[in-house]
């Protein structure tokens, strides 16, 4: 199927001396033929080297990817970019789907404008991408699209979109914002508001994600206006988690007072009120408290709420509790902002029928030598933040966001390169490879004194994508 990718950039092409399926080739052609389109390109690369299959048998066709990539005219309007690529997708789609299954081919599609920042967000034309799963819907893809190309012509310096399957009900989509200066941001949080989107929204040393809902201006115009407090390096706000900002400052510093001093008296109200900050000085240490000093009389114990549209999964009072051979764990990738990392384990079900996980997981790092990193302590996820019995449907796969603050890695220290995963009680740890991967090639800067957040095994967590 179509692993679809609307990418609106300009994109240098590799030549391939391998010729895609005749299928690909004249879906192309079709798209050639599009209003809009101003010229395809589809190459096509086959692994190299034995690759095995089932049962350890060798793979008589080796598998290959197509690569459709796909220039749209500069000039066209929010709409008509729409309507070129959901039809554009759709098209792809079909010619993927004629694919002889032997040919054991993958096919992704990139649709570009415009100019590809570079590592410091600088663009000479704004840049749009927009990815959907490989069934999503023409016309999901084709509104994402719209919305991108609405940001866009806002004011967005780069805008990445994604569309989950139809399947889901409504299907989650998601919205990443460059912006070039905090004017811009809260001008493109005014416009994701009223075209009632999710979007997470970047400028220089400011962060807001809210990919599920809405942006809230209030929060918005918080963290723009606490990135431009004294010594402030980066802002950022995740929404249902604390105002994070990372200073400058030595320890001890009278802006740093000043800084929690402003917190604490600014009026702010807010669909997250009362809200929780952490204050980050030049060594890392910490600070926390709460904006207009709105202290929580209590927490009272809760689950983890759902992303807003996100459908629940059955429950089922008869599920047993997974087992070992029930789940297979794994490490869905890492990210970074304001002094924090954000990771995330995953199970999936692969038992035949659905199984219920009622924990947080127990997680022990440990270092390339095997040895477990010392003086590691676990921590609440959130203030009052219990595990809710959930039920895992065959095949799905449930989450659980592991956190923690960023530590130097100067002097070359024992990065964690796996995680030792008890997945609940009753079961058996399992060893979770964490190092190879793009963001985190040595290993994660989990080291000795590292202080660990982790969720409860949830269906989905605000702010996180298996994806990732």
């Known amino acids: 199927m179509l692993a679809a ?4 950039t300009l994109v240098g092409c590799t030549p391939s001396a391998e010729r895609p399926p005749a299928e690909i080739r004249s879906a192309a052609d079709e798209v050639r033929e599009l209003d809009g389109v101003v010229g395809v390109e589809v190459t096509r690369t086959t692994v190299s080297g034995p690759v095995q299959g089932n049962f350890g048998q060798q793979e008589e066709t080796p598998p290959s990817s197509v690569d459709a990539r796909v220039e749209l005219a500069e000039s066209l309007d929010p709409a008509a970019a729409g309507d070129a690529v959901g039809e554009a997708h759709r098209l792809l789609a079909a010619g993927a789907e004629r694919v002889d299954p032997l040919e054991n081919v993958t096919v992704s599609a990139e649709f570009f404008a415009g100019s590809e920042p570079s ?16 069934d999503a819907e023409p016309e999901r893809v084709a509104e994402a699209t719209e919305y991108g190309y609405e940001l866009r012509a806002t004011g967005a310096e780069s805008v990445s979109l994604g ?7 409504p299907p989650t989509a998601w919205a990443s914002v460059v912006a070039s200066s905090a004017d811009d941001l809260v001008t493109l949080a005014r416009k994701a508001i009223e075209l009632d989107r999710g ?28 990135a431009g407090r004294p010594d402030v390096r980066n802002a950022a706000y995740v929404a249902g988690q604390p105002l994070t900002i990372q200073s400058d400052a030595a320890p001890g510093a009278q802006s740093l007072a000043d800084l929690r001093s402003w917190l604490e008296a600014r009026r702010f109200a807010t669909a997250d009120h009362p809200l929780a900050y952490t204050v980050l000085d030049a060594e890392y240490t910490e600070a926390t408290g709460w904006v207009s000093g709105a202290v929580p009389t209590a927490h009272a114990p809760h689950t983890v709420p759902l992303p ?21 764990i794994a490490w869905a990738g890492s990210d970074a902002a304001t002094g924090h990392r954000y990771g995330l384990l995953t199970a999936r079900n692969v038992a035949g029928n659905a199984c219920a996980l009622e924990a947080v997981p127990g997680v022990t790092p440990l270092n390339g030598a095997g040895r477990g990193q010392d003086d590691v302590s676990i921590e609440l996820y959130a203030p009052g933040v219990v595990p809710g019995r959930l039920v895992v449907p065959p095949g799905e796969t449930a989450s659980a966001a592991v956190e923690w603050g960023a530590m130097s890695t100067a002097n070359d220290p024992d990065l964690t390169t796996t995680l030792r995963v008890v997945p609940q009680p009753g079961t058996a740890a399992v060893e979770v490879p964490v190092s190879g991967r793009p963001e985190s090639r040595g290993g994660l800067d989990v080291l000795d004194g590292a ?12 702010g996180y994508s298996p994806a990732r």
Do not use: H
Not at 221 to 226: E, F, M, N
Not at 451 to 462: K, M, N, Y
């Open 5 to 8: 990718a609307a990418a609106l």
């Open 119 to 134: 590592e410091n967000f600088t663009a000479g034309q704004p840049w749009l991408s927009v990815r959907a799963e490989d």
């Open 163 to 169: 569309v989950t399957s139809g399947a889901e009900d």
């Open 199 to 226: 979007a997470d929204l970047e400028a220089p040393g400011i962060r807001y994600e809210s990919a599920s809902r809405p942006p809230d201006l209030a929060a918005v115009r918080l963290v723009v206006a606490a």
């Open 308 to 328: 807003a549209g996100t459908k629940a999964w059955p429950d089922d009072d008869a599920a047993p509790a997974c087992t070992d051979d029930d789940l297979r």
């Open 451 to 462: 202080a660990l957040r982790i969720s409860p095994w949830v269906q989905a967590l605000e």
